[in-house]
C-alpha cells in the first residue's frame, strides 16, 4: 500500500520517520511542504497542527512524528525499533520522549518565535544550540549503557531520535560532542541512517 510523507529539507521531525522508513526498507514518496504551505494548503488540508511530518498511507493522515513510528512498527513489524520486551520498550520510548518533547519543543520554530520574537535570527540560532547542547549532556548518562546502541544491544527509534537532534544541534552551530559524533559515525557505518545524517 503506498505510503507518502510530508516532510521538508532540515526537519529534524520529519528525519525521525524518514530514517524509520529508510531502515525498514519501506518504499515509500515524499513532497516537500515549503514554509508559506505549512502556514496555508498544508495546515487547512494536511495537518491542523501546521507541523511536518505527516504521513498518508491506506487512505488515512497521520501526525505526529512518534505516533507516526509507532503505526509504522505494528503495521511493518520486521526490523522493530521499538523494542521487543516491555522494559526495552519502555526505555526506548522514554528517551524518544525526552527528546521530542524536552529537547525538541522548546527550540521549535514556532514555539521560540512565540516566546523570544525579540531575538534576531543569529541570537536564536546560538540559543538553539545551546538549549540541545545543555540537555544533550543531561541525556547522556541514559545513554550507551550496553555498547553502541543508545537502549540495549539493538538499533531503535531511540538511536535515531538522539542522531537526528544532535545533527540539529551541529547545524545551529553547536560544537562537536564525541559521544554523540561517535554514535552517529557508527549508525552510519553499519548502514543504518539515511547518508544525509552522516
Ligand atoms: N511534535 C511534532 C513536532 C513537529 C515539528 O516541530 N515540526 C517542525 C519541523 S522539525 C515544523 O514543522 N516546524 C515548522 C514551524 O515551526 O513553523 C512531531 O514530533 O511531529
Known amino acids: 500500500m503506498f505510503i507518502l510523507l510530508y516532510s521538508a529539507l532540515g526537519s529534524n521531525s520529519?528525519?525521525?520517520v524518514e530514517s524509520v522508513l529508510t531502515y525498514k526498507g519501506l518504499e515509500w514518496d515524499r513532497i516537500e511542504v515549503t514554509?508559506?504551505?505549512l502556514k496555508t494548503t498544508y495546515r487547512e488540508q494536511i495537518n491542523p497542527f501546521g507541523f511536518?511530518?505527516?504521513?498518508?498511507?491506506?487512505?488515512?493522515?497521520?501526525?505526529?512524528s512518534m505516533a507516526i513510528i509507532e503505526y509504522l512498527d505494528e503495521c511493518f513489524p520486521d526490523k522493530p525499533v521499538l523494542g521487543v520486551s516491555p522494559s526495552a520498550r519502555a526505555q526506548i520510548r522514554s528517551v524518544c520522549s525526552h527528546v521530542?518533547?524536552?529537547?525538541?519543543?522548546p527550540q521549535n520554530r514556532t514555539v521560540l518565535n512565540f516566546l523570544r520574537p525579540e531575538l534576531s535570527e543569529t541570537d536564536k540560532k546560538d540559543l538553539r544550540a545551546r538549549w540541545i547542547g545543555d540537555q544533550l549532556e543531561t541525556l547522556e548518562p541514559m545513554l550507551w549503557r550496553?555498547?553502541?546502541f543508545c537502549c540495549g544491544t539493538s538499533f531503535s527509534a531511540a538511536d535515531?531520535?538522539?542522531?537526528?537532534?544532535?545533527?540539529?544541534?551541529?547545524?545551529h552551530g553547536g560544537g562537536k560532542l564525541d559521544r554523540f559524533d561517535g554514535h552517529r559515525t557508527?549508525?552510519?557505518?553499519?548502514?543504518?541512517i539515511p547518508d544525509y545524517l552522516r
Open 14 to 16: 520529519s528525519e525521525r
Open 35 to 37: 514554509n508559506e504551505a
Open 52 to 64: 511536518v511530518p505527516a504521513l498518508v498511507h491506506g487512505g488515512r493522515t497521520l501526525v505526529e
Open 100 to 105: 521530542g518533547s524536552t529537547i525538541h519543543s
Open 146 to 148: 550496553d555498547g553502541h
Open 160 to 171: 535515531v531520535f538522539v542522531a537526528t537532534i544532535y545533527r540539529k544541534y551541529l547545524q
Open 186 to 192: 557508527h549508525l552510519a557505518e553499519q548502514g543504518l
